[in-house]
């Protein structure tokens, strides 16, 4: 192991990282907490303010894995595709098999100019994770609880006030609804069967209503879906944890554009649609594992210095007060505040491992456990 890998891999080091990020996120959610008057004022004013500060935090999480632990990410796309990329609406569909799935999403968001303004349908429990969660609260994070009965006009509604939105964005859907188990599997897959669907091997089956819902609710303002899917080299199953220990993964994406207007609007119609691209998604998958490859050219955009740049000012901004903070506690001698201090470094450290347990597919939740 060289130098440089024993200390990405140094506890110090990982309280370090955690210790910018959490403190940089709070003051940018305070930011955040501030803008609330300007939406009074300036609506889209509030909003692009909103897009930079965001930036700001997920572009930190995006440098750990492109500059930390060197993560590379590659692209497999049609070049006629790739020039609308960052240039337009999309929904995107991706496969949800892997920790660190969403950070690869927003890596490409980074490349492609997308990150501050990306957005998800996320569980309702994501919005009461610290920093990321009460980030994505102010940037019109569409959430839902997962119960269809309240999601349907929950989240139509949230779509609806995309549709003045003033920077281009992607919305992500993980139609899967879920993380992949094989429990969840085994269930899903009977309910496949019970509704005459192929079996699927690498998916879970797809959730068809929130795509519908979707759909039909950006028309207008979203230009095509971005089906996407996601695997990793060498049957690499990467972690957070890997990547703040600086481990390198290898990251191969395979995205192809279908224009909106190619998807049925009839709700029936549209989840067939659904399963049919699942089926197909499940046949690259296949062809990955036997070939190591997805099909079509690789296209990759490089990663960017911006992320890096973000990255360095906030951990000077943070660092600085902190050093300052030390050096008067060990000079005042005082072993109480030392001790106090200890104690709080604790639990800022247990408060961080619980926010890393919520990428971590083993703490998956029990949706989809039974039908
Ligand atoms: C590459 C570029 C990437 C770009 C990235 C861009 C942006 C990044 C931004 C942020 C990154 C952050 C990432 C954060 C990640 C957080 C993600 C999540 O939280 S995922 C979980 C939440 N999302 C979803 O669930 C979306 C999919 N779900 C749906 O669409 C659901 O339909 C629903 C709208 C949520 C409603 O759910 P509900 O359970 O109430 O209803 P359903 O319709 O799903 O269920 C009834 C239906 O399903 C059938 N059924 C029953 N059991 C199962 C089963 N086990 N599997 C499949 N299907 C099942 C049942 O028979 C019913 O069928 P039918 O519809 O025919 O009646
Ligand atoms: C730059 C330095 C960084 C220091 C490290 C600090 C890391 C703290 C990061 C916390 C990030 C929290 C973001 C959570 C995103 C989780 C996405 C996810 O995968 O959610 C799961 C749901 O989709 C489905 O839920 P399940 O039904 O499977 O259950």
């Known amino acids: 192991m060289g130098l440089l890998q024993l200390l990405k891999s140094q506890f110090l080091c990982h309280l370090i990282l955690c210790y910018v990020f959490v403190v940089s996120g709070l003051f940018i959610n305070l930011l955040q907490f501030c803008t609330l008057p300007v939406w009074m004022v300036s609506k889209q004013l509030a909003r692009r303010i909103n897009i930079r500060l965001a930036y700001c935090l997920s572009s930190q999480m995006v440098a750990m894995l492109e500059w930390w632990s060197g993560t590379e990410c590659t692209l497999y796309t049609e070049p006629q595709s790739y020039r609308f990329y960052g240039k337009e609406n999309a929904i995107v569909v991706l496969n949800h098999s892997y920790d660190i799935d969403f950070l690869c999403g927003w890596t490409f968001c980074e490349r492609f100019g997308v990150l501050g303004s990306s957005k998800v349908l996320a569980k309702k429990e994501l919005s009461y994770v610290p ?17 269809w009965e309240e999601d349907r006009t929950l989240v139509a509604q949230s779509l609806q006030k995309l549709h003045d939105y003033p920077e281009h964005f992607w919305f992500l859907l993980y139609c899967e609804g879920t993380r992949f188990t ?25 959730r068809t209503k929130g795509f519908w819902v979707t759909v039909q609710n950006l028309r207008g303002k979203a230009a095509a879906v971005y089906d996407s899917t996601l695997n990793f080299q060498n049957n690499e199953k990467p972690t957070l944890l890997g990547v703040l220990n600086g481990e390198k993964y290898h990251a191969d994406l395979y995205v192809r554009r279908i224009p909106l207007d190619l998807i049925p609007e009839d709700e029936a119609e549209c989840a067939a649609w659904l399963h049919k691209l699942y089926q197909e998604k499940d046949s690259f998958q296949e062809q990955y594992t036997q070939t190591g490859r997805f099909p079509g050219p690789i296209v990759s955009p490089p990663r960017r210095l911006w992320s890096l740049i973000n990255w360095l000012f906030w951990s000077c901004l943070m660092l600085y007060p902190l050093g300052v903070l030390l050096t008067g506690l060990i000079s005042s001698g005082s072993m109480l505040s030392i001790i106090v201090s200890l104690v709080f470094c604790s639990a800022a450290s247990v408060g961080v491992r619980w926010m890393i347990g919520q990428t971590e597919i083993n703490k998956s939740s029990n949706y989809g456990n039974k039908e």
């Open 131 to 147: 920093v990321i969660g009460w980030m994505w609260y102010f940037l019109e994070i569409v959430f839902c609880k997962r119960k």
């Open 182 to 206: 094989p429990k969840k599997h085994q269930v899903s897959m009977q309910v496949a069967e019970s509704k005459g669907l192929p079996i699927l091997k690498h998916h879970l089956l797809p």
